[in-house]
């Protein structure tokens, strides 16, 4: 059987339990100030990025805002 | 330091405040003309918006139409002004205003007209020594 | 409040220099009332030269003055208007009727046109004081379009045109003055003014004015002596600086337009304009303006500080972004990052060099005050050493390219070098993707230190940067080669530096050709190239990085020394050959089928650098190694992005109409981390919609900045957030303000795919514009080399094994950076189809009839431009409705 994944940003990526928001974040490194977030086309509020988990197949979107010099 | 400083508790929301500032600096009953407005509070009662001479905008004015005086009034000098209204942005608590008819933004100047029309004792100027 | 002025100008200075002017022309126009943000004519302006002035619009009035000087108007007609909107559009149409086939930079026809848009002049809406410039650039021959700030757009819009054209070329230098309230223009002799901006800009602000208050309302263009050796000319736009109580300078920096004004012997254009409100392009909807300035202005105030600290220290906000994700242009575009860059960070500049808390707008009312200063800053080097001077800047692109780029992490060098260009009147970012170039190539032994005259071209040497630049101002030294940019660096290397042949080495006499010592070149690749977090990149789907990987030691390829020597620009002094007998002068037409490695004389009067000493050909490899990592197309040079793993990003340098400049598209976030283009389709669209959407900017007199250097809070709820569509409502409402029409994202792409496809077609016109000049250096596809390679082994192993399908073990480094290359060239190949099509263009590049057809450009000039070349691929179309095209 295949391991769990979810869709990040339209690439399969490696899905646990409990797997939050902010840890995607800090494994990816994303700090750029500007960034959204949406699981399943659903908009998550920064605050709450911490307490979000995504579960199993979740289309998970981290969008870097920034449209370049 | 000279500034108007009003106590929406006394507020009646009479804006006869509003028509004479209106009418003393622009010649228009207009209240969207005046430099202090009167709006409905939260719950009950008034608020009053009008400028406590902070200086936040006069740092942000790039031809310095902006300044100071030795009183404490923060002065727009209409002349210079060029209209670009970066002050009205700057402005924290939006109590500087604009009017689509006017060349430069409508700035409370603490001349104590308002102060004196107030039938409810709403408005008083402050100067004190401490700039 | 400033310490700037080490370059005090007296009153005397003054009346001396004015006293030697001898006027050449006068002219006298009509006032006119500006209408929903035209006048409707434009100034133009003839220094003398004789040229056929056939194919122009005809004057409407005019004056001739001595030496063949002409000033007169031209209309501005509602076709204009309608096809060509403004700015850029106004700039291209001019230069397009100005000029031939066979015009280039240095004809006298070559027409320097300055437009605002429409839209430029208004206070209320940050970012609207932009003049567009166009010119034919001697970098790459073709129309060059540049952006620029200051008060010098608005002031000739108020003074009453909407644009002025500079055409011919004057035996004298000469000082050309618009006065915007007596409504004369006139032009002087001026032999004692200084060329170099920072002071130039200074006497004629003093001269011009009446008073010292007077200033603000002065605008100087300048350039200075470097462009005068140099391809890589910029104008300097001046804005009066008022809390600063001094000049300050923006650039119209890209593509050699200061080079064109330097040869016409221009040495400034000053306008005056008295009266500034914020009313005067008499909009039509003043109201719509009003809310959309203060929306955004409130933005700025509340949000800025959270964001991108644009106050606070301008576009360099994104330098250690850039380098944390693998996208800062490190030693020649060959990596994205560097250990050293927290020297050069943002936060540097901020708490050491630049002065805070001013509103430092380029126009009035940009709440977003990107144009920051150093102020009272020393200058380590040249004429102007030990003097205490006010740099604008940095912003972004300088401390990227003449910092990381080059190698340079020292934040002086960085302003030093920035002053210099802008002072010089070069362009920051082709000074420093072509140092970096000439770095490259002496560190890969292409040429050594003979032909620098000692000069160190290692990696980051501070005073070499400057040094370059000093060369470019004498004419003499191995920096007039750097300054005529990477394509002539190529041809003249090429020609000059090749090592001689055995077989040849009896004609040197028993010279010693190299009796310098040369620094070391083989240094170990530092570990720290890969520690960095690496993982958002394209395609790459393994996880987490190994921080702490070592490579040990890899010899050969990687081009990183230990540091460049931190006291001079110079390693040694070689001594000047006599002139060897037997060695024979041939013709610059005969160097072509010379042998290589066979001494020769020759004459280049491009670059008499070098003229004295025997040349050698290099060999036909070491020609197609240069091309591999010269980061220039149609010979302009790219500016300061890694576009290695963005496809899109590729494109978008690689398919811009003028050359590789971002500013038609920066789709690297979008692309390589968000993925949120993952086809060619995708990609292809976004290289549409960008382009169109940013060319707008260029025709309304708008600045980028304000669009997306902030984003309002309720963008993250937008379908498209990376559009900022409440931002382009407000672009919408401002148009409407000003011209009274309503605009759609529909109407909007029309108007700029007109222009677009205008210039595509011009600079086909002059020669270039089909697909093989859209290709692109190796390096921008990825890496090159073994160093480049294996400083990010994983992410390219990861990507050969699960985006190619071929498993990496067991392969050779040199195998897999072609595996690799191969795969991106093919993909590259793919998007070009993709973004043609799009565009409404040939497999060829070349914009098909029913394209023109369509968004109602079938003017008849440009199909008989396009009909030869759609007939040989086989796109002209057939049916009766296309037989009046024949």
Not at chain 3, 208 to 237: M, P, Q, W
Not at chain 3, 749 to 776: A, C, N
């Amino acid at each position: 059987m295949n391991e769990p994944v979810i869709t990040l940003n339209n690439r399969p990526y490696p899905f646990k339990e409990g797997l939050t928001i902010s840890a995607i974040m800090t494994e990816r490194k994303y700090d750029f100030p500007a960034i959204i977030v949406r699981i399943n086309n659903k908009h998550i509020e920064e605050e709450d990025w911490q307490t979000t988990t995504v579960a199993a197949d979740d289309n998970v979107e981290i969008i870097h805002v920034f449209g370049g010099g | 330091m000279k500034k108007l400083v009003p106590d929406a508790s006394k507020c009646t929301g009479c804006r006869v405040c509003e028509e004479t500032c209106a009418t003393a600096f622009y010649k228009k009953k207009d209240r969207l003309f005046s430099a202090i407005r009167i709006e409905p509070g939260e719950n009950d009662g008034f608020d009053i918006a009008v400028c406590d001479q902070c200086g936040v905008c006069q740092q942000m004015c790039q031809i310095m139409a902006i300044s100071t005086a030795t009183n404490g009034v923060v002065r727009l000098d209409k002349k210079t002004c060029v209209g670009c209204l970066v002050c009205v942005g700057e402005c924290l608590r939006n109590y500087m205003f604009y009017n689509d008819e006017l060349p430069a933004p409508i700035k409370c100047s603490a001349c104590g007209l308002c102060a004196k029309s107030c039938p409810a004792g709403a408005l008083r100027i402050e100067e004190t020594n401490h700039v | 409040m400033s310490d700037n002025c080490s370059h005090k100008i007296s009153k005397d200075d003054i009346t001396r220099m004015k006293a030697a002017h001898k006027r050449l022309a006068t002219y006298s126009f009509e006032p006119t009332t500006i209408e929903r943000g035209y006048n409707n004519r434009s100034l133009y302006i003839s220094i003398g030269g004789s040229f056929d002035a056939s194919n122009q619009d005809k004057l409407t009035a005019s004056v001739s003055g001595e030496n063949c000087t002409v000033i007169g108007e031209k209309a501005v007609t509602p076709h204009m208007k309608d096809k060509f909107v403004g700015g850029k559009g106004f700039g291209l149409y001019h230069l397009w009727k100005a000029i031939s086939e066979g015009t280039r930079w240095n004809s006298p026809e070559n027409d320097i046109v300055i437009s605002p848009g429409p839209l430029a002049g208004i206070t209320q809406y940050p970012g609207a004081g932009k003049s567009l410039v166009c010119a034919i650039s001697p970098l790459t021959g073709i129309p060059v379009d540049s952006n620029v700030g200051g008060f010098f757009g608005p002031f000739l819009k108020f003074a009453g045109f909407d644009a002025l054209e500079l055409q011919g070329k004057s035996d004298e230098e000469i000082i050309i003055f618009i006065d915007g309230n007596e409504h004369t223009v006139t032009i002087d002799t001026a032999p004692l003014e200084a060329v170099d901006s920072h002071i130039l800009a200074e006497q004629l602000s003093e001269m011009y004015a009446s008073t010292h208050e007077d200033k603000e309302n002065i605008s100087v263009i300048s350039c200075g002596r470097a462009s005068e050796n140099s391809y890589i000319g910029c104008l300097n736009f001046s804005f009066w600086d008022k809390r600063r109580d001094c000049v300050r300078l923006k650039q119209a920096g890209r593509g050699g337009i200061g080079t064109v004004f330097r040869h016409k012997k221009i040495k400034a254009v000053v306008i005056r304009y008295r009266g500034l409100h914020g009313d005067l392009n008499n909009p039509s909807k003043k109201g719509l303006i009003n809310a959309a300035g203060v929306r955004l202005h409130k933005e700025m105030a509340h949000l800025d500080t959270s964001q991108n600290n644009m106050r606070k220290i301008g576009t360099a906000n994104i330098i250690e972004v850039m380098d944390r994700y693998d996208l800062l242009p490190t030693h020649n575009f060959q990596f994205g990052a560097h250990p050293e860059t927290p020297k050069i960070s943002s936060k540097v500049f901020i708490e050491k060099y630049v002065t805070q808390n001013l509103p430092d707008g380029c126009w009035y009312g940009c709440s977003m005050s990107c144009a920051k200063a150093a102020d009272g800053f020393e200058l380590r080097t040249g004429p102007y050493k030990g003097h205490k001077v006010c740099v604008d800047g940095p912003e972004y692109e300088n401390a990227a390219g003449l910092g990381s780029n080059v190698g340079c992490f020292d934040p002086h060098w960085i302003l030093e070098a920035n002053f210099y260009c802008d002072t010089y009147g070069v362009d920051t970012i082709s000074m420093a993707t072509m140092t970096a170039f000439a770095e490259e190539c002496y560190q890969r032994g292409l040429y050594n230190l003979n032909d620098t005259e000692g000069l160190d071209m290692r990696w980051g040497n501070g005073y070499t940067l400057n040094e370059l630049m000093h060369q470019m101002v004498t004419g003499d030294g191995f920096g007039v080669i750097v300054g005529k940019g990477i394509r002539q660096q190529k041809r003249i290397f090429a020609e000059r530096f090749g090592k001689v042949s055995p077989e040849y080495e009896h004609m040197l006499g028993g010279y010693v050709w190299n009796d310098i010592k040369e620094p070391v070149i083989d240094m170990p690749i530092p570990t720290s190239h890969f520690n960095k977090n690496l993982e958002n990149c394209e395609f790459l789907q393994s996880t987490g990085y190994d921080d702490n990987k070592i490579l040990g030691e890899i010899k050969g390829t990687i081009l990183e020394n230990a540091g460049a020597n931190n006291d001079s620009a110079y390693i040694a002094k070689p001594t000047k050959p006599e002139k060897i007998e037997g060695i024979p002068t041939i013709t610059r037409e005969e160097i072509a089928d010379w042998p290589v490695g066979k001494p020769y004389y020759s004459d280049d009067p491009d670059c008499s650098y070098t003229n004295s000493r025997p040349w050698v050909k290099m060999t036909p490899e070491q020609v197609a190694e240069m091309e591999e990592f010269g980061m220039e197309n149609k010979g302009l040079e790219y500016s300061e992005y890694l576009m290695k793993e963005s496809l899109a990003q590729q494109g978008g340098y690689a398919l811009c109409n003028k050359g590789p400049q971002h500013d038609e598209a920066w789709l690297i976030f979008m692309d390589m981390v968000n993925n949120q283009i993952p086809t060619f389709e995708d990609k292809a669209e976004a290289l549409h919609y960008f382009p169109m959407f940013r060319t707008w900017f260029g025709l309304l007199g708008l600045c980028k900045l304000p669009w997306n250097d902030v984003t309002p809070v309720n963008n993250k709820y937008e379908k498209e957030p990376a559009k900022i569509p409440e931002h382009v409502q407000n672009y919408f409402d401002i148009y409407e303000g000003v011209l009274g029409k309503r605009h759609t994202e529909v109407s909007m792409v029309r108007q700029s795919e007109r222009v677009y496809t205008f210039q595509r077609i011009f600079i086909l016109r002059m020669g270039s514009g089909q697909r093989k000049h859209d290709t692109p250096p190796s390096r921008s596809l990825g890496p090159i080399t073994e160093g480049e390679y294996l400083s990010r082994e994983e992410r390219y192993d990861a990507q050969m094994k699960d985006i190619i399908g071929i498993d990496p073990c067991g392969k050779s480094t040199a195998e897999k950076v072609k595996i690799i290359m191969d795969y991106r060239w093919s993909q590259f190949k793919q998007l070009v189809d993709a973004v043609y099509k799009r565009r409404g263009w040939t497999p060829n590049g070349i914009p098909k009839l029913e394209k023109l057809i369509e968004i109602e450009m079938d003017l008849p000039e440009l199909v008989a431009v396009i009909r030869p070349y759609l007939k040989e691929e086989g796109y002209w179309p057939q049916g009766e409705e296309y037989k009046k095209y024949e």
